[in-house]
């Protein structure tokens, strides 16, 4: 290695500044103030419901898809730009864009305005992470970066906890202060929610933007210079993943590709018509939109079925170039059943596991009416955040312990959490007793959570480590386009399709529990095989 690009690396015995703990201590603020913004809607919803006129299918659609799919795209790009500009800029940006629109959210008079609020939040959090871990790389030794990242990860069970509480204890108060039905600025309770969240995210902006930003690479002695064209990457990237632009990215990889790239999307489109037809469900505004632009009609498609056919097909694209230009990655991750089925498997825990979460809240409310809303948000919101955080740990370990007794045992993990909390789900969606619900909220939580360390162990250990980055991005996507972006909403829908019973829309998300089983038995079969033959099948898909 060149000379120039040699740092001097940190040692055992050398202290970390001051200063990583006080940059680190702002980064947990910001992943705090991400879920906050991210997670509040659960404890608005029965309140935008009621205002708005929208049914369950909608709320599911703005927390799920509406926002999952802007997420789980832009989040790609983004995270290129954050390896070649200046993430405490990027970071800086995110963070504006996602408070200025959660703030947005407060203003929002119909649901159209609330939808485009919620997808500016999806585009803005996008930058987060990506920024986050770089930059706690860079600010801490190998040693302690496992440390440092779990702190910031903290964030999110504390963000996801207290937002409940925080978004309860302002709308009884906003109501109380406004009983007359003539509130300051003619806000509803969750409107002024909303902007009470969002406006501290424009000052913290300007407190992260005084942050230093560190050399790259140089606690690690491996000084990488800055890139002088840190765009182009970025652009790169969203010729792969995001649509318009895919087309482009298509045409260079010849006109077969851009033959089939128009077929798929072409059919991507025709599978959303055909939903709509079958399910309907939800507004069709971007259809719309698009007719009152083009001056013609177009068949109708409901924004659900419309996003989530994008975000699959901007899915393929990303997968289609990955191929191209970095098959070996492509043929242990794309091409690998193990792989697939690991990260598939885990998507339907979090298809459950999302829906539990996001329903409790509004389910509550409706079931047990004697609750204010501040309390149900203060011991939901707490007790949510308490059984991820202690599921992730423990599971976390039991998924260790159980690999050092058989190549599967991660596998197992993953499986223990989409059984385990059925029972107790099905208990906790049917019972009358609020101490119960409080008390089973916890328990599922926590067993839900358990599966997420060991997939995410496993699907990193069935690649080469250079590929590490580009498997957690396909096993976020995997999370996202079918826990996130699907569970939610089809709970909703069954809510709305049942005269709004959430216990029975909730509960239908079990449904999907033998798929899940059947990919993570299949994951048993194939992850030893997989998991020991790494080399020899990234060396015969072409890697030196």
């Not at 210079?225 to 990237?237: A, N, Q, S």
């Not at 298509?250 to 077929?263: C, K, M, P, Q, T």
């Not at 049942?498 to 993570?520: C, H, K, R």
Request: glycine share 12%; with cysteine.
């Amino acid at each position: 290695m060149s000379e120039e690009l040699k740092g001097q690396p940190e040692t055992a015995g050398d202290r970390v500044p001051a200063y990583s703990w006080y940059a680190l201590s702002v980064l947990v603020l910001v992943y705090v103030l991400n879920f906050i913004d991210r997670q509040i809607l659960s404890i608005l919803a029965n309140d935008i419901k009621a205002d708005l006129g929208v049914d369950d299918a909608y709320l599911g659609f703005l927390y799920g898809t509406a926002f999952a799919i802007f997420y789980a795209l832009f989040g790609i790009p983004l995270g290129r730009l954050a390896d070649s500009w200046k993430r405490v800029r990027l970071m800086t940006l995110g963070l504006t864009l996602w408070s200025a629109m959660t703030a947005l959210s407060g203003f929002a008079r119909d649901a159209s305005t609330l939808s485009v609020a919620r997808i500016g939040v999806g585009v803005g959090e996008a930058t987060a992470s990506p920024s986050a871990y770089s930059l706690i790389s860079d600010w801490f030794p190998a040693r302690l970066r496992a440390t440092a990242l779990a702190i910031y990860s903290s964030g999110l069970y504390i963000g996801g906890g207290v937002s409940l509480a925080i978004g309860g204890f302002i709308v009884d108060g906003w109501n109380e202060a406004f009983p007359s039905g003539d509130p300051l600025l003619g806000l509803a309770g969750w409107q002024a929610a909303f902007v009470a969240v969002g406006l501290p995210g424009l000052l913290l902006a300007l407190w992260v933007a005084t942050l230093k930003e560190p050399i790259r690479g140089a606690i690690d002695g491996l000084t990488t210079p800055e890139d002088p064209h840190p765009f182009r990457g970025f652009v790169r990237e969203l010729y792969t993943i995001i649509p318009g632009f895919t087309f482009f990215g298509a045409a260079e990889r010849g006109a077969r590709s851009l033959f089939v790239n128009i077929l798929v999307f072409a059919g991507a489109i025709a599978a959303a018509r055909l939903l709509t037809v079958a399910l309907g469900s939800g507004p069709g505004t971007i259809v719309a939109l698009l007719s009152s632009l083009l001056g013609i009609a177009l068949p109708e498609v409901t924004d659900q079925w419309l996003l989530l056919a994008i975000g699959y097909y901007a899915v393929f694209c990303w997968a289609s170039a990955l191929r191209v230009r970095d098959y070996p990655t492509f043929a242990l991750t794309w091409g690998s059943p193990a792989f697939l089925c690991t990260i598939l498997g885990y998507g339907t825990v979090a298809f459950m596991a999302y829906s539990a979460s996001y329903w409790g809240a509004p389910y509550a409310e409706r079931t047990f009416v004697d609750v204010s809303k501040s309390e149900l948000g203060f011991l939901l919101g707490g007790g949510g955040a308490l059984g991820g955080f202690l599921g992730v740990i423990l599971g976390g370990r039991m998924a260790d312990a159980l690999l050092e007794r058989t190549a599967t045992g991660r596998v197992w993990v993953i499986i223990f959490g989409l059984l385990s909390p059925i029972p107790f789900a099905v208990i906790q969606y049917t019972t009358g007793n609020w101490t119960i619900f409080v008390l089973l909220n916890i328990v599922v939580g926590a067993l839900a959570a358990s599966a997420l360390g060991a997939a995410a162990a496993t699907s990193q250990s069935l690649v080469l480590p250079r590929m590490r980055g580009t498997a957690t991005a396909t096993f976020f996507l995997a999370t996202t386009l079918v826990g996130l972006a699907l569970g939610p909403y089809l709970a909703g829908y069954v809510s709305a399709r049942n005269e709004g019973d959430l216990s029975v829309g909730v509960l239908s998300t079990l449904w999907i529990t033998p798929i899940g089983l059947i990919l993570l038995t299949g994951a048993v079969r194939l992850v030893p095989g997989a998991a020991a033959t790494i080399a020899d099948r990234a060396k015969a898909a072409g890697e030196p």
